[in-house]
């Protein structure tokens, strides 16, 4: 009986060591410098809507999540390479992203605004613009537009969206087009408090999306979480956390 006993636990613990040996985990891309949807805290951990989106689309699936973070110009092709599995970092759905990666289902929806200093007189249409010095993060939909659009209007574009906060309190850019709700954050901020934002959007049908490689299956389980986590409230909780509005 002994014996039995003994065949039975070293059979129980093998089972127990193949399981979690199965359990998956899975490598979620942030570019963690977009607050306050991404950005890392005083402790150097990933913080933001996108983070806390992605932990509770993990724990919906059932997997362990961690954060591989990368530089915004090279985030694509670190999908691609299997960095991770998947991009959660605030990225608009284009039709040229399409063509290197999928999508899911827009997890919120953004709009493009100008900000510019309280006290100086900024139009935002094109001839009005002519002359000053305009600025966005490269490699973004505010940074496309202007380059579509804005034409003989020097445009500046920037690895980080800190950066080009940066110079536009330094006095080297006379405004900045960017998403309204990173915008909204920063306006809060001490360094923000001086400026506001100038015009109407300029672009209100940008849908963000979670990137996935080719063909990927996980997208699939990852827009059956995304409706779950909206159907059960976990998404107006995440979202109520950062905006007194619904940006979904």
Do not use: H
Request: hydrophobic fraction near 40%; aromatic fraction near 10%.
């Amino acid at each position: 009986m002994q014996n039995y006993k003994k065949i039975f636990l070293a059979a129980a613990v093998t089972l127990a060591f193949s399981a979690g040996a199965m359990a998956e985990t899975l490598k979620m891309g942030i570019e963690a410098a977009y607050p306050p949807f991404n950005n890392k805290d005083a402790s150097g951990n990933v913080v933001g809507f996108d983070k806390e989106i992605g932990d509770a689309l993990c724990a919906k699936m059932k997997v362990d999540c961690t954060v591989v973070t990368s530089d915004w110009d090279g985030i694509i092709p670190a999908l691609n390479a299997k960095k991770f599995d998947f991009l959660i970092s605030s990225m608009s759905i284009t039709d040229e992203r399409k063509q290197a990666v999928d999508f899911t289902d827009p997890y919120y929806s953004n709009k493009l605004q100008f900000i510019a200093k309280k006290d100086v007189d900024f139009k935002t249409d094109k001839a009005s613009l002519q002359g000053k010095v305009i600025g966005a993060q490269r490699a973004t939909l505010a940074g496309t537009w202007l380059e579509d659009n804005m034409e003989g209007v020097e445009i500046k574009l920037y690895d980080t969206q800190e950066n080009a906060y940066l110079d536009l309190t330094s006095g080297r850019l006379d405004g900045i087009l960017a998403d309204k709700y990173v915008n909204y954050e920063w306006l809060k901020s001490d360094a923000g408090r001086s400026y506001e934002f100038k015009g109407d959007p300029v672009e209100e049908s940008d849908k963000i999306g979670i990137a996935v490689r080719k063909g990927d299956p996980i997208r699939a389980k990852l827009n059956l979480a995304l409706k779950e986590i909206v159907e059960d409230g976990t998404y107006k909780k995440i979202n109520d956390k950062y905006f007194p509005f619904s940006i979904y």
